[in-house]
């Protein structure tokens, strides 16, 4: 099966997000992709400001109109998508991830377990996080998640590896303060310590980062095998799709 790793230029704009979303599932769809993976929290990107009257804007709920539009889509296509957003439920907040079926059916729901995603004095009432794994099956597959600052929690990386998915998808929102930071930068210093995780796992990790000048986010897309060797990836700061058959597993 074929996968297909977004690395998509996000806005502050909701429905422009999402036009661009459906136009690289449309993308990847015409090059045989059956599953489209895209990054942590890629209907808005990391908007939140630790407000709950601003943020509750831009939290989305499982059934929403944004996720349907994404749901239909991937009716049409006949594909599997994984997507990131900011989730409402009730009154709480979570930075989740969903696995939409090409029957529009939500078959994987996860909500990222370290805190890193919001201030250290959000309200904790209503910022939370998840507790438990999700696994799910595609084609005699299993896949599961950890989402970005999960990936540097070993107790999460031990909760999912018990479970022994064959994949490991990793959504990420990452940004640099550094001016100067560059593929040689994230090649030399940041990477290294990513694969230093995803060894732990003993598994196949897919990872995708979205890009966001104004606030640094770099972009990015890697797949690692269960050795730790990347077996492809897609340069920072470059919009597009990175492709990774699944024949081997």
């Avoid at 996968?3 to 999402?18: E, F, S």
């Avoid at 006949?78 to 989730?87: A, D």
Wanted: glycine letters at 6%.
């Amino acid at each position: 099966m074929k996968h297909a790793l977004i690395v998509p230029t996000l806005c502050d704009d909701v429905q422009r997000n999402i036009d661009s979303i459906i136009s690289f599932i449309d993308s990847a769809a015409k090059k045989s992709a059956k599953f489209i993976i895209f990054p942590e929290a890629c209907l808005t990107g990391f908007v939140t400001d630790d407000n709950p009257e601003h943020d509750y804007k831009y939290a989305v709920l499982l059934d929403s109109s944004c996720l349907q539009q994404i749901k239909e889509i991937a009716c049409r296509k006949g594909v599997y998508v994984s997507l990131g957003f900011i989730e409402r439920d009730n009154k709480h907040i979570y930075d989740s991830v969903v696995c939409i079926s090409p029957l529009g059916k939500v078959i994987g729901h996860y909500r990222r377990q370290s805190p890193g995603w919001h201030g250290r004095n959000a309200d904790k009432g209503i910022y939370r996080e998840g507790n438990k794994v999700s696994i799910f099956s595609i084609e005699n597959c299993s896949y599961g998640y950890l989402v970005c600052g999960d990936l540097f929690d070993d107790k999460l990386i031990t909760a999912v590896k018990e479970s022994s998915p064959d994949v490991v998808i990793v959504p990420i929102a990452r940004s640099s303060d550094n001016e100067l930071f560059s593929q040689e930068l994230w090649d030399n210093e940041e990477k290294p310590y990513y694969l230093d995780q995803v060894k732990k796992l003993k598994t196949r990790v897919l990872m995708t980062n979205y890009i966001n000048e104004k606030d640094s986010f770099f972009g990015g897309a890697i797949v690692v095998n269960a050795d730790g060797i990347i077996e492809k990836q897609k340069e920072i700061n470059e919009e597009g799709i990175l492709y990774w058959e699944s024949g081997s597993i």
